[in-house]
């Protein structure tokens, strides 16, 4: 069965750094989606990614948040200046319009 | 309240017996989802049901879906322990071209050998 691939599933970062989080959405869908969960809380929608742009994004996403799909294939979420509280699992997720969605396994993401 | 809440919180049965997950809603739906997540793990999809649909089943699953009362139930019949895991509900509601899932609280099931 087709799987969203995100790498590494667990990154540790300085506060101050800046993180990339990586994702391999499944080929043929059109929809590429970020949320995240901070521990022991809801997961909380990020951005939705489609036609080579953004198409909603949520006031989480500021602008030290940014998206990219550089080669085709690969769907990038970077943080510019990592705080703490931007300590959670974050989770890639695609889909093709009217079915299910299909989320990686997530990467934990800590900084200290 | 916010969009997809679960309830209850927290369900601890035994082996065998039913378990039943409720969530609510507030805004019009295109449709709604459940997940499973084991502790700490990724999202796992369980069962998408339209806003046009009442029931549906898959293997040990019931889902249901009141559009007039926005809520829906997760059935798990014959719960096993590896059932245990956190359970959300998340809505989808289609605007333009691509849409974000608003997921609730969670409902921590845990089934006891």
């Known amino acids: 069965e087709p799987e969203v691939t995100q790498t590494p599933s667990h990154q540790v970062t300085q506060m101050g750094q800046e993180v990339i989080l990586r994702c391999v959405p499944i080929?043929?869908?059109?929809?590429f989606y970020w949320y995240r969960q901070i521990l022991g809380q809801k997961v909380e929608f990020l951005v939705s990614f489609y036609n080579n742009e953004i198409s909603e994004k949520s006031e989480i996403f500021d602008d030290q948040f940014s998206v990219e799909r550089p080669d085709g294939s690969n769907f990038t979420l970077k943080i510019r200046s990592t705080k703490l509280e931007d300590s959670a699992m974050y989770f890639c997720?695609?889909?093709?319009?009217?079915?299910?969605?299909?989320f990686g396994s997530g990467t934990r993401l800590t900084v200290v | 309240s916010q969009q997809g809440e679960e309830d209850p919180q927290a369900l601890s049965i035994q082996e065998g017996e039913n378990a039943t997950m409720n969530c609510s809603y507030k805004t019009s739906i295109n449709n709604l989802q459940w997940y499973r997540q084991n502790s700490g793990r990724g999202l796992v999809h369980l069962i998408l049901i339209r806003s046009n649909e009442r029931e549906k089943h898959s293997g040990r699953l019931r889902v249901t879906l009141d559009t007039s009362k926005k809520s829906s139930s997760l059935l798990i019949t014959a719960s096993r322990a590896a059932d245990t895991a956190s359970y959300f509900c998340?809505?989808?509601?289609?605007?333009?071209?691509?849409?974000?899932?608003?997921f609730g609280e969670g409902t921590q099931l845990t089934v006891n050998p």
């Open positions: 998340a809505t989808d509601a289609w605007e333009t071209s691509g849409s974000r899932l608003t």
């Open positions: 997720a695609s889909s093709v319009r009217y079915y299910g969605y299909t």
């Open positions: 080929s043929n869908h059109l929809y």
